[in-house]
């Protein structure tokens, strides 16, 4: 069921409020933000800007604004980073791997051929060759 909550319960709640979390594009219904644990660099999310747990309780509108970030991240994404593919998926609830269960929002992480390495199989480890303050930045000149 979808609830109002203030802004020190939900990570998507507080973007739009707090300075240090990496927000690139808001729109009325949606925000596209930089992964602060990313699988990848250029790793993104786009989340509606209403505190909404499930897809299927959202308006078209809100969902079409959520997914038309998608496609603009993927685009700029492809300009900075030239990824040779994407996943790109929505874990819907806890037991789905949502970390955010109470606000639905969709992953962007960028592929490249042969991007896997020993460590995270050895060291259970990801290795990220950007600060994501660059990350950030790369992307915003890219969706302007």
Same mark, same amino acid.
């Given at each position: 069921?979808?609830?109002? !909550?203030?802004?020190?319960?939900?990570?998507?709640?507080?973007? !739009?409020?707090?300075?240090?979390?990496?927000?690139?594009?808001?729109?009325?219904?949606?925000?596209?933000?930089?992964?602060?644990?990313?699988?990848?660099? /250029?790793?993104?999310?786009?989340?509606?800007? =209403?505190? =909404?747990?499930?897809?299927?309780?959202?308006?078209?509108?809100?969902?079409?604004?959520?997914?038309?970030?998608?496609?603009?991240?993927? !685009?700029? #994404?492809? =300009?900075?980073?030239?990824?040779? /593919?994407?996943?790109?998926?929505?874990?819907?609830? !806890?037991?789905?791997?949502?970390?955010?269960? /109470?606000?639905?929002?969709?992953?962007?992480?960028? =592929?490249?051929? /042969?991007?896997?390495?020993?460590?995270?199989?050895?060291?259970?480890?990801?290795? #990220?060759?950007?600060?994501?303050?660059?990350?950030?930045?790369?992307?915003?000149?890219?969706?302007?």
């Amino acid at each position: 069921m979808s609830s109002a !909550r203030t802004t020190d319960t939900c990570f998507f709640c507080s973007c !739009r409020t707090l300075e240090t979390i990496p927000v690139l594009v808001t729109t009325d219904l949606a925000m596209l933000v930089v992964n602060s644990f990313p699988y990848a660099v /250029g790793h993104v999310m786009a989340a509606p800007t =209403r505190h =909404r747990s499930n897809i299927e309780e959202a308006p078209l509108d809100e969902v079409s604004d959520v997914f038309a970030l998608v496609q603009r991240a993927i !685009r700029a #994404i492809q =300009r900075v980073y030239n990824a040779d /593919g994407f996943n790109i998926g929505l874990n819907q609830g !806890r037991i789905a791997g949502a970390a955010i269960p /109470g606000h639905y929002h969709v992953h962007v992480v960028p =592929r490249w051929n /042969g991007d896997t390495s020993f460590m995270p199989v050895i060291a259970g480890t990801r290795v #990220i060759p950007e600060a994501i303050e660059i990350t950030f930045q790369r992307l915003v000149a890219a969706l302007a």
